[in-house]
């Protein structure tokens, strides 16, 4: 009869071995055993701590943590445009354990400018859409138009004469202004600014007529009466900018109508990744979706809640690649 001591050893040693054996399974193996994710995950963000993207990836990675019963480890890669931290994801193993806080600059905008170590749509493969930042159409309270459709009918009724402000060239403002412009026929001259801030307060003294920013941006000044609102970019509008009408809801404007374009959020992972593992993820996150916290979180961000699986999130992302290709053509734009 073996010995307590033997006894514990024995048991130690065949923990060790299930372990190890748990260890060399792939991905789906350990999913079909129950056992995905059986370690901890990363998520890397992009962008630096405090952003909006690193705000949202970490709201998203406590509650996804609670759904997979393993800690999701937030992981900032900054730099390039969030080219970096996009490309270390891009270049990871594909096993389900790294993931990618997505947003639309260095997944949808920089690769189309030739600049960027990696092609989306081959090496990042889409999980789930989470958020969108909507975009408002802003002036200074005494520009004379009472609702958007006046406001197109003085711009478009004199082209050239009026400007609008981005915070940046070929920044997504200035890609979203641009392609409302197409949308409805406006010639209006473009004033690239380095950041939101500034080209806001010149819209406020008039020295710029118009700007699309962020709700985050915009929102405070349009409650202060400092700036007056026309439209928001978003089809089904948005929580965040109450009372202001979507594009796409406008009536007597057909070249808007489906008009949808923000800046969104959502989580990827590496090319590869075997299909169930992404479904896995997909379903975890949509659980957290509903959550009434995730939801006042996002919202003291100026996020809305825009959650899409795989299918629906790998559309709008071709959407978007299609509709910002167009602009920077036609436009001729040069990333800065």
């Not at 009869?1 to 792939?26: C, D, E």
């Not at 290709?325 to 734009?333: A, E, G, L, M, R």
């Amino acid at each position: 009869m073996p010995s307590n001591i033997q006894f514990k050893r024995r048991q130690l040693m065949t923990g060790i071995a299930s372990a190890a054996a748990l260890s060399v399974l792939t991905p789906t193996q350990l999913l079909a055993q129950g056992a995905y994710p059986n370690r901890p995950l990363k998520m890397i963000v992009p962008w630096p701590p405090g952003q909006a993207t690193d705000l949202v990836g970490r709201v998203v990675a406590q509650e996804l943590g609670k759904i997979l019963g393993q800690t999701v480890v937030i992981d900032n890669k900054a730099g390039a445009g969030g080219a970096i931290g996009t490309d270390a994801v891009a270049k990871a193993a594909p096993d389900g354990y790294t993931l990618l806080a997505a947003s639309s600059g260095p997944v949808s905008i920089s690769p189309l400018f030739g600049k960027t170590p990696y092609a989306p749509e081959k090496d990042l493969v889409p999980v789930a859409m989470i958020g969108m930042s909507p975009y408002v159409l802003v002036t200074a309270p005494n520009f004379p138009a009472n609702d958007l459709r006046e406001f197109i009918a003085v711009v478009k009724a004199n082209p050239g004469k009026y400007s609008f402000a981005s915070s940046g060239t070929a920044a997504t403002a200035h890609l979203i202004a641009e392609s409302f412009n197409a949308s409805v026929g406006l010639k209006a001259v473009h004033v690239p600014y380095k950041g939101s801030s500034p080209a806001l307060t010149d819209v406020i003294s008039g020295q710029v007529t118009y700007c699309i920013e962020t709700a985050a941006a915009t929102m405070p000044f349009v409650r202060s009466g400092r700036l007056r609102a026309y439209g928001v970019s978003l089809e089904k509008g948005s929580s965040v900018t109450p009372g202001v009408t979507p594009f796409a809801s406008a009536t007597g404007i057909p070249g808007l109508a489906g008009f949808d374009l923000g800046a969104w959020v959502g989580v990827m992972v590496p090319a590869g990744t075997p299909p169930a593992v992404v479904e896995r993820l997909s379903s975890a996150i949509e659980k957290i979706m509903p959550s009434a916290e995730l939801k006042q979180q996002f919202s003291n961000i100026a996020v809305e809640i825009d959650y899409r699986r795989v299918e629906e999130f790998n559309k709008y992302l071709k959407f978007i690649s299609t509709r910002f290709s167009d602009v920077i053509k036609t436009n001729n734009i040069k990333a800065e």
